[in-house]
Nanobody, 124 residues
Framework: QVQLVESGGGLVQAGGSLRLSCAAS????????MGWFRRAPGKAREFVAR????????DYRDSVKGRFTASRDNAKNMAYLQMNSLKAEDTAVYYC?????????????????WGQGTQVTVSS
């Protein structure tokens, strides 16, 4: 079955940028909607962004609209999240997952094959 690996996190000053990557182990699973979620200390895992398999359909939570951009390169089995104008509130562990159905494309319960996550820390 597919395995996902997130990378690209790190420590950055407020206003800075990071580009997260999500690598899929199997080509066939790259043709699925991919979602980005994050988990901050004391909070539940929350939706950040998603992108459909063709790369022409995206969705973002309100707090990151205009700052984050999801993209993908199916030939490389990769998904990306460009994060600009980072804020302290963006500090969290970021995860990617594959939509498996069940309803809402914003619900973590409808995604699977989570990676280990990558830590993003924004200092102010």
């Amino acid at each position: 079955q597919v395995q996902l690996v997130e990378s690209g996190g790190g420590l950055v000053q407020a206003g800075g940028s990071l580009r997260l990557s999500c690598a899929a182990s199997e080509r066939t699973f790259s043709s699925k909607t991919m979602g980005w979620f994050r988990r901050a200390p004391g909070k539940a895992r929350e939706f950040v962004a998603r992108i459909n398999w063709t790369g022409d359909g995206t969705d973002y939570r309100d707090s990151v609209k205009g700052r984050f951009t999801a993209s993908r390169d199916n030939a490389k089995n990769m998904a990306y999240l460009q994060m600009n104008s980072l804020k302290a509130e963006d500090t969290a562990v970021y995860y990617c997952g594959i939509y498996i159905g069940g309803g809402s494309l914003r619900s973590a319960q409808n995604y699977a094959y989570w990676g280990q996550g990558t830590q993003v820390t924004v200092s102010s």
